[in-house]
């Protein structure tokens, strides 16, 4: 079938695209900036266009000619994620039934049974009603709790059980939850594509076991080994207090824990599992929790972690590309360049650019970072601890810590596009170049453009400590490099007498 994917640069979409090629399916691939895709595996195995939810003639356009569509698009980061989603699948429906497209497809959470809904759990179930009531053939798979390496919950569930070993928790760690393994979520997506027309409906979708979130944590710590966990509830913890405490707590930041949490304080249980009416459970049968904690673990540890839940742009971060000299016009850029010559080849040099941050760090200065990383956090930026996905090799698009990764040239640049709380944009550019003699020459170029009175304040407040950050972020990268250049000579060498 012809499979056409809104969404695919993020954490489902991202693993749903090679799966639909592996079941043998043309995909097409729909993005806002095709540029996020230019590393992924499976680029060359697709068609990619670039296309917006929101604009009804690019809709249409990306759907021609296509059976299935898949729409895995929310905007959970926005403060105005209700109207923004609800606009959208109102443009997407419509759009499906003008192209006359045989199937839709949709992934939303559970609803509960009582109490009123949380904003995030009332927009996906919206969404879901005006796609199943578009005229096109639609089915939505309401899932919880999502565990897989790089989800945010399964992110948020690991970092509290494994950084608190006693923690005093709100009521809600007793009510029932029914987590999936991601694996499971995308055996049902991909299935979707082939039901018959007549199937137009909503399906709960979940694991096997049906647990509460004190029970998840406390056997996630069973599976990575760690020593019972000690939990008090409260009865005094709010959402809102509680997604504080995971914005300090985890790498998940409070705009994305406040609805996680929000959905957790009712029961989040499959209503019925009519799915296995229409699709089959996987073969073996569907993941249980300690099976699906221990693969995300896993390939947590290995890197190989194909998909996160950072891949996703930060809310308010500017989407425009860096005003590169020629084109930049109007307005202040500040600038700080800094060049040092090299000893080691540029090939070892572009090795310890592409691995800077998450466990490497920045090369300068620990303390600082740390400090402007806790600052971030408590005013709901992302902080320093999104880390990385791979510790050796970046993509275009991905979080790397409080940058986004917008531009990759490898083995020569670097750019990193600031998502910290900033009055204004920051980009941060990594250049290794060769210089002709075996050496090489490194180039570090920090770009701000101030917003306001406020930022040409900053810029000027934080300039006398960019010596210190910035030129000993210089100086150590070029070190690491020459450290890393006289390493492999010796191997070498030692090699060659062997």
Known sequence: MRCVVFGATGYIGGRLVPALLSAGHHVRVVARTPGKLAEVPWRDQVEIVSGDVTDAGSAQKAMAGQDVVYYLVHSLNRRDFVDVDRRAAQVVAEAARVAGAARLVYLGGITPDTGPLSDHLASRAEVGQILLDSGAPAIVLRAAVILGSGSASFEMLRYLTERLPAMVTPRWVHNRIQPIAVRDVLHYLTAAAAL??????????????????????????????????????????????????????????????????????????????????????????????????????????????????????????????????????????????????????????????????????????PLAWSVRGWIDRIVGGVGLRRGRRDPHRLHAGEALDWWRVEHLQRPRLLRLRAEMRLPGRAWLELEAVPDGNGGSCYRQRALFKPHGLAGHLYWHSVAPFHGIVFGGMVRNIASAAERSSARNSVHTTGGSAA
């Open 196 to 365: 018959p027309e007549k199937v137009n409906r909503a399906f709960d979708i979940g694991g096997p076991d049906v647990l509460t979130y004190l029970e998840m944590m406390r056997r996630y710590a069973v599976v990575a080994k760690l020593p019972r966990r000690v939990v008090v509830p409260v009865p005094v913890l709010t959402p809102w207090l509680s997604a504080q405490w995971v914005n300090l707590v985890t790498p998940v930041p409070r705009s994305i824990a406040v609805p996680l949490i929000e959905s957790l304080v009712h029961e989040v249980v499959c209503h019925d599992h009519d799915i296995a009416d229409y699709i089959p459970d996987p073969d073996g049968g569907l993941t249980p929790y300690e099976h699906a904690v221990e693969l995300a673990l896993t390939n947590t540890r290995r890197a190989q972690v194909p998909t996160r839940w950072s891949d996703a742009a930060w809310p308010g971060a500017p989407s425009d590309p860096l005003p590169t000299d020629p084109e930049w016009s109007g307005g202040s850029l500040y600038e700080d360049l800094r060049e040092y010559r090299c000893t080691a080849d540029a090939q070892t040099l572009w090795n310890v650019i592409e691995a800077i941050g998450g466990e490497h760090g920045w090369y300068s200065f």
